[in-house]
């Protein structure tokens, strides 16, 4: 099997970090062909309600962004999958907390460069991707961690704030997957986590407090300084909750090299995982050349 950069596909390898609080945070990652010749890494950051595997982040969308000079990875944010665990007991813990997954990121950083070796590799480019509410994630890290050279946002709210003209089905969706769910499980005396997709909590209204209450990106654009390019569904119903578009388009006009593409499909990007992975893939080449040639032209390791 050759992946799309013209290299045999390398064996997926399943790493785990401590992040923020104690919780034992679990993902996956593709090593490069060459460790010596690492160039860049690549960081894929699910959204809301699912995990490192899920739509449109599934394996062949994340195999596709592999090359012989790249690490890509990808993890279950807290609160999600495998990483909702005390990394000490293993016991059961409720960690969702989307400041935390902010410095997550960092922390997953620090364990792909310490792995690697890459602490002090000249010319290293480090792209996060994010989906969804992982798109936020990422944009908030690149505002406070300098060793993110670029942002990739698919369909991802800059606020969480809910426009009126959507509420009552806000208030729909929050009655059918947060208050029924917690009824159920409060009235049957449930010590388990409450399950919604991919995503575990005990207490899913506190979660959703710390979801809604999270500061809009406008707070944050001011320290972006990396290009960022911000894909939007052409057929996403649910980004109109949060005015996406319009946000969006506020938001980009903050932070320089930044810029705004309306991509084939909804939400999860079902059935068009190929045409996002190219779209990524372009996107992350074109604004890589364009770092080389402002940021570190000399360091950079071409090839012919």
């Known amino acids: 099997m050759v992946s799309a950069g013209g290299r045999k596909a390398a064996q997926e390898e399943e790493f785990s970090f401590d992040g923020v609080g104690g919780v034992k945070i679990f993902g996956n990652l593709i ?11 690549i960081l894929c950051h699910h959204g809301l309600w699912a995990d490192a ?36 007991t293993g016991e059961f813990r409720d960690y969702f907390d989307v400041d935390a997954m902010v410095t997550d990121v960092t ?12 602490i002090d590799r000249k010319g290293l480019r480090t792209v ?16 406070g961690d300098p060793r993110i050279s670029q942002v990739i946002t698919v369909s991802s709210p800059m606020s969480f704030h809910v426009v009126r003209r959507v509420a009552p089905f806000k208030d729909f969706m929050e009655a059918l997957i947060v208050d029924i769910p917690q009824r159920i499980h409060d009235g049957i005396g449930d010590k388990g986590p409450i399950s919604i997709m991919k995503f575990r909590a005990r207490n899913a209204r506190e979660a959703e407090k710390k979801f809604l209450s999270a500061p809009p990106i406008h707070d944050f654009a001011g320290k972006i300084s990396c ?10 119903v649910l980004i109109e909750i949060f005015d996406t578009r ?48 402002r940021e570190n032209p000399a360091n950079w390791p071409r090839k012919e």
Not at 31 to 41: H, K, Y
Request: a negative charge; proline letters at 5%; charged letters at 25%.
């Open 53 to 88: 595997s899920f739509p449109p982040f599934q394996d062949r969308l994340v195999r596709s962004l592999a090359r012989e000079d790249r690490i890509v990875i990808a993890y279950d944010a807290r609160g999600h999958g495998r990483s909702c665990r005390d990394s000490v």
């Open 128 to 143: 996060v991707v994010g989906h969804s509410l992982g798109g936020y994630v990422a944009l908030r890290a690149a505002a």
């Open 31 to 41: 090593p490069p062909g060459d460790a010596t010749q690492v160039s860049e890494i």
């Open 107 to 118: 922390l997953a950083l620090n364990f792909v460069f310490s792995k690697f070796s890459l």
């Open 246 to 293: 319009k946000e969006t388009r506020e938001v980009s006009a903050m932070i320089p090299s930044s810029s705004i593409a309306s991509v084939p499909g909804e939400h999860a990007f079902l059935g068009v995982e190929d045409i996002l992975g190219r779209l990524i893939g372009k996107e992350i080449g074109e604004k890589g050349k364009e770092w080389l040639a």
């Open 227 to 236: 290009p960022v390019t911000f894909l939007i569904g052409e057929e996403d």
